[in-house]
């Protein structure tokens, strides 16, 4: 008679076993159920245990076997029996006759009335921190554990380690993003019920339900990127990317590069391939603020993308193809650019599918009560505790202003007021609008045209740089001429 040999499942066969249970499992109980009920089943064990450490106890989390019901409710000390001494130690221990070892307890069993005889235990570890212990206890067929099968349970205990250390950074990414979701809703919260803003949100939600390129027009700060991606946010596209640039902030050579990528070896420093905003953001939505500043040869480069949805990256010969849904925005006239040679006219008609023009502030004036609210509930510079509110007489003096910076301005107005306030309640000494809204003192009779007209230039760009707090560009850009022209006229002008 032929001996008959068995062999016993190699430590790729029973991971290889418990991982296609695993695919099916979506939830961590679940999965480490499995990967329990498996290890008893491999190994012919009467039971299995999975104990899980909380508030530096070790409690019992599932088993298998006799007394499951009876083990819900037990827990053990970190130095407590076998379990305890493993996830004080840090080590995996096999105990073949538990009677005869000092490290056993009898509580497990006088509870559940389970006799046992031999156990196997095993730390489940994140970075090296117990997080509980699995063990198996005793053979059916009665005979003792051994070593083979504690170092089967540790093949065991280290996929366990890994679903908890992935299911944890899971619910951690998914925690962060969830935040992070909130702060920029939070950020790019549009605010306003006057019947001008409400058209634009209206004309928006029409114009999310399309993919049609569009430009919105609109005045520095009158909140161009917060209505792109309220398009964005309900678009058909609102799981893909969104990516935001600023045209007028970057030269030419740097903006094609951020716009479209570079191979290796492109340029002088090109250590290797860098993909630009088109590539990173294919399946979903870029902006592009202040497209007006593009350079004519840009402008060529970007219709051709728009045409025919295909670009190459810097120093590149393969054309990429993008699906990309692209949003333009510009504080300019367009028309008086196209007119003026600035600004490509079938660039501008590509762009010109959709127009969506947003009010200055001053025209939605009834919207600043609101946005001030929001403004002192979105600062943070300030205890919380604090219940700030603005004067009567401020929120008048708000109200009246003209908001030449619009709602940019008056964000930052808010947070430099609650940094000079004295008292819970702003009042207008605490704005720092007042230099901007001085009356001319007037130009005076007598003088030649020329001269008249100079010290009127002179007066006007003054009081715009004070409004701008210095900055040319700013300043620029509220006198829609460009910032080299600005500084011949300070030149000229004997402007400091």
């Given at each position: 008679?032929?001996?008959?040999f068995?062999?016993?499942p ?5 991971l ?5 249970l ?35 106890r ?19 000390g ?16 096999l ?16 509870v ?45 205990a ?7 250390d ?30 001008n ?7 928006a ?22 209505i ?17 640039t ?33 590539e990173?953001?294919d ?7 202040e ?51 600035k ?47 603005v ?11 003209s908001?030449?910076?619009n ?31 001085k ?20 007066e ?37």
């Amino acid at each position: 008679m032929k001996n008959t040999f068995v062999a016993e499942p190699s430590k790729i066969e029973i991971l290889s076993s418990v991982a296609k249970l695993l695919d099916s499992s979506r939830d961590i109980d679940e999965a480490l159920g499995k990967i329990m009920e498996t290890a008893a089943a491999t190994l012919e064990a009467r039971a299995s245990s999975l104990i899980m450490v909380k508030d530096k106890r070790l409690r019992f989390f599932m088993a298998t076997g006799e007394t499951k019901k009876e083990l819900q409710n037990l827990d053990l000390g970190m130095g407590e029996g076998i379990a305890g001494w493993v996830a004080s130690h840090n080590q995996p221990l096999l105990v073949k006759d538990v009677e005869k070892d000092y490290r056993w307890s009898s509580k497990i069993s006088e509870v559940t009335g389970f006799k046992v005889y031999s156990i196997a235990c095993c730390p489940l570890r994140i970075q090296n921190e117990v997080v509980g212990v699995l063990e198996i206890l005793d053979r059916k067929d009665g005979s003792s554990l051994d070593e083979g099968d504690l170092e089967k349970l540790i093949s065991f205990a280290q996929l366990a380690e890994t679903i908890i250390d992935d299911t944890t950074k899971i619910r951690t990414i998914s925690a962060q993003n969830e935040f992070l979701k909130k702060e920029i809703e939070t950020r790019y919260q549009l605010v306003g019920e006057s019947p001008n803003f409400k058209k634009v949100l209206k004309e928006a939600e029409k114009l999310a339900r399309t993919n049609a390129t569009c430009i919105i027009v609109g005045e520095s700060g009158t909140g161009k990127e917060l209505i792109a991606r309220h398009i964005y946010r309900m678009s058909g596209r609102p799981d893909k990317p969104f990516i935001a640039t600023n045209c007028g902030a970057l030269p030419e050579t740097i903006l094609e590069r951020e716009l479209f990528g570079h191979e290796k070896g492109a340029f002088t420093g090109a250590d290797r391939r860098q993909i630009g905003i088109f590539e990173a953001a294919d399946t979903g939505t870029i902006f592009l603020d202040e497209v007006s500043e593009m350079s004519l040869t840009m402008q060529v480069k970007f219709l051709r993308v728009l045409e025919e949805r295909q670009f190459f990256r810097l120093g590149g010969t393969s054309p990429i193809k993008v699906d990309v849904r692209v949003i333009a925005a510009t504080n300019r006239n367009l028309d008086q650019l196209v007119s003026e040679g600035k600004f490509r006219e079938d660039l501008y008609y590509r762009l010109n599918v959709v127009k969506l023009s947003l009010p200055p502030l001053r025209e939605r004036r009834e919207d600043i009560p609101l946005l001030v609210d929001f403004f002192l509930k979105k600062q943070d510079i300030v205890p919380l505790s604090k219940n700030l509110k603005v004067s009567g007489e401020a929120m008048e003096y708000l109200k009246k202003y003209s908001w030449p910076g619009n709602v940019r301005e008056l964000e930052n107005a808010i947070e430099r007021a609650l940094v000079m306030a004295e008292t819970d309640e702003l009042q207008i000494d605490d704005f720092p609008m007042q230099p901007a809204a001085k009356k001319s003192e007037g130009i005076p009779v007598g003088l030649s045209l020329k001269n008249g007209v100079d010290k009127f230039k002179r007066e006007f760009i003054l009081r715009t740089l004070d409004l701008t707090k210095g900055s040319r560009t700013e300043a620029a850009r509220l006198l829609e001429i460009e910032r080299t022209y600005l500084s011949k006229l300070a030149k000229e002008l004997d402007i400091p």
